[in-house]
């Protein structure tokens, strides 16, 4: 999960900067929350959602599971039911709570977990305050991966609420006061940015900066010459797909994604509604009228892979991505931007959002490295045990905390999966 995975140089751990780092994250979680009606948070809109209590009460149960239990003496959690509840997958931890059934939780309430969470607070605090020391090394690294994972939280927490109030045929508004987009009147060029192949070398260099174990090792691997789009696909840009008849033409799809189509009715990304024959599309700040020049969101993998077949490309490698994006600062339009939605950006000839805006699509199956290994005991179960039928994504989105993302991280969903804020652009050889 990230250099828990092995030793790090002994620097002095100043637990003061942790302390107020933790309680800048917590913070930033509530605040994410606070929008919201008491009904939004009990609400699971499907199977992958999870409501908005219970991601609060899940961050606050890995605090308390992973670092209070084992390192606060005489900790004790204010009712022993959440280590069940509040569980999301560690099976060597205890046993998770269904998660398609997460929102038959009615109890505790909402209100509860907001006491929870001020209880694991306060407790974490006074761990932090003063740790014992044959611990000390340990307690930073896992309050380290605790303040990611909650991070990694918030940008869930977004993609949920999104989904939950998308439900709801009044198109409610999450937040009226949302920063507006730069209203751009014209998209930027494609144009295409040549790279070299070769023997490269990608993943995550180790030493002192956090990784997830799934970034590592750095390794070599060897790529073809190969050309990279200026920018993400636009909303126009898929819209020309749409209209060629994209979704009615088996030929552009895979076998699986066809078999998707046609189940769930696919016709549009998701979040697009045709109102007053004019495409709209639901946003955290409402139903608004679709933006043409914004990077294309909320389209799944199958939906990437048949746009670029019927563009005459093809997704990129996600080696690809990387040498691309390690040349490139890590800025864009992140959670902190405050628009909380894809916007156009006509910064230049790119490739630009590489960083933020939408996550992007890669044709590459979310594996291990080589060499890759696992963190001991329960936290091990973080990535490693999801590298399978899962497809990488990179780049960090709209939601995304800006400090939580690098060239190297890798964000990985099922090919079907859509209410995630997942983009693409193409790729070809030279």
């Known amino acids: 999960m990230s250099n828990l995975a092995r030793p790090i140089a ?57 670092l209070l239990k084992p390192y606060l003496k005489g900790y004790r959690s204010p009712d022993a039911a959440y280590d069940h509840l509040f569980n999301s997958y560690y099976e060597t931890h205890g046993t998770p709570f269904p998660r398609a059934s997460r929102g038959l939780i009615s109890r505790p309430g909402v209100a509860d977990v907001y006491r929870f969470r001020q209880h694991v607070d306060q407790c974490m605090g006074e761990l932090l305050s003063n740790p014992p020391a044959e611990f000390a090394a340990e307690i930073a690294r896992r309050v380290e991966l605790g303040l990611q994972h909650e991070q990694q939280h918030q940008e869930l927490l977004l993609m949920d609420i999104k989904h939950i109030l998308a439900q709801n045929p009044l198109h409610p508004v999450y937040r009226s006061d949302l920063r507006p987009a730069p209203g751009a009147t014209a998209g930027s060029v494609q144009r295409w940015h040549d790279y070299p192949g070769g023997l490269r070398q990608i993943g995550h260099p180790g030493g002192e900066s956090f990784a997830f174990d799934c970034e590592l090792p750095r390794h070599r691997q060897f790529l073809e010459d190969f050309s990279l789009a200026s920018r993400p696909v636009s909303n126009a840009d898929y819209l020309a797909f749409m209209l060629d008849g994209g979704y009615s033409r088996s030929d552009l799809w895979l076998s699986d994604g066809w078999a998707q189509v046609k189940q769930a009715g696919w016709n549009a990304p998701l979040y697009w509604l045709r109102h007053e024959d004019t495409w709209h599309e639901m946003t955290l700040g409402g139903l608004r009228p679709l933006d043409l020049h914004a990077p294309v969101c909320h389209v799944s993998f199958f939906e990437a892979d048949a746009y670029a077949r019927w563009a005459g490309a093809r997704l990129p490698a996600e080696a690809e991505w990387e040498i691309a994006a390690a040349e490139q600062p890590v800025r864009g339009n992140f959670l902190d931007s405050d628009h909380l939605q894809p916007v156009a950006d006509l910064s230049g000839d790119g490739p630009s959002q590489l960083f933020g805006d939408v996550w992007e699509w890669t044709a590459s199956a979310f594996r291990p490295y080589p060499g890759f290994r696992p963190l001991e005991g329960s936290l091990g179960e973080y990535n490693g045990k999801f590298m399978s039928g899962q497809m990488v994504l990179r780049g960090g989105c709209c939601a995304t905390p800006p400090e939580h993302v690098r060239a190297t991280y890798r964000n990985f969903f099922y090919p079907h999966m859509r209410w995630q804020f997942a983009g693409f652009r193409l790729a070809k050889e030279i």
């Open 10 to 66: 002994a620097l002095p751990i100043r637990f003061d900067d942790l302390l107020a780092r933790f309680r800048q994250v917590r913070t930033l979680s509530e605040s994410i929350c606070a929008p919201l009606q008491v009904e939004d948070h009990v609400i699971q809109s499907m199977p992958d959602v999870s409501p908005p209590k219970w991601h609060l009460a899940h961050i606050s149960w890995f605090f308390e599971a992973f």
